[in-house]
């Protein structure tokens, strides 16, 4: 069972994960309205990966006896002056999350809830991924600057990226 503390901070999560899923949403909109289709799926995906983060928590709040509470979401920016000014919002964006997931766990730390410490683990292990990752496009893109063969071509690569749902085991 969760404690109030516990059940009211992973309900925030919960809110947040969604904000997340919309701004993610917001860029991929920004990219497909300036043609730029495979940085437009690239962040398709991550709206649809912080949609799963969002599911993960309400059904763990579900499996523990809680209740879910669904908030509203607030507006989010809806456009960027370039990619590396997505990319770095992203970077930015991810590394909050990262803090946040970061005192979920010391929360179920100090209430002594190995459950969700247990849980917790894989978001922590998810965020390093999602930061490198970030860094990784931005890191690209500085290399790349204005260069447009080489926006076309990363723009090819991400638009290869597949979505596979992190929830479809559970």
């Known amino acids: 069972m969760l404690s109030n503390k516990m059940q009211e901070a992973l309900n925030a999560q919960i809110n947040a994960e969604l904000w997340s899923a919309y701004l993610y949403l917001s860029m991929s909109v920004n990219f497909a309205t300036t043609g730029k289709p495979g940085f ?60 946040m997931i970061n005192e979920l766990y010391a929360l179920a730390t100090e209430e002594k809830d190995y459950a969700t410490q247990s849980m917790l683990k894989w978001f922590i292990d998810e965020q390093v991924e999602e930061e490198e990752t970030a860094q990784g496009i931005i890191d690209a893109l500085r290399m790349i600057k204005d260069n447009g063969f080489g926006l076309y071509t990363l723009d090819k690569e991400l638009g290869a990226r597949v979505y596979t749902s992190s929830t479809e085991t559970e």
């Open 40 to 99: 437009a799926n690239w962040m398709k995906i991550q709206f649809q990966e912080e949609q799963d983060h969002a599911m993960k928590f309400l059904n763990y709040i579900i499996s523990r006896g809680g209740t879910p509470v669904l908030k509203p979401i607030e507006e989010v920016k809806t456009s960027w002056d370039s990619p590396l000014q997505a990319f770095e919002d992203t970077l930015a964006h991810e590394q909050k999350v990262t803090s």
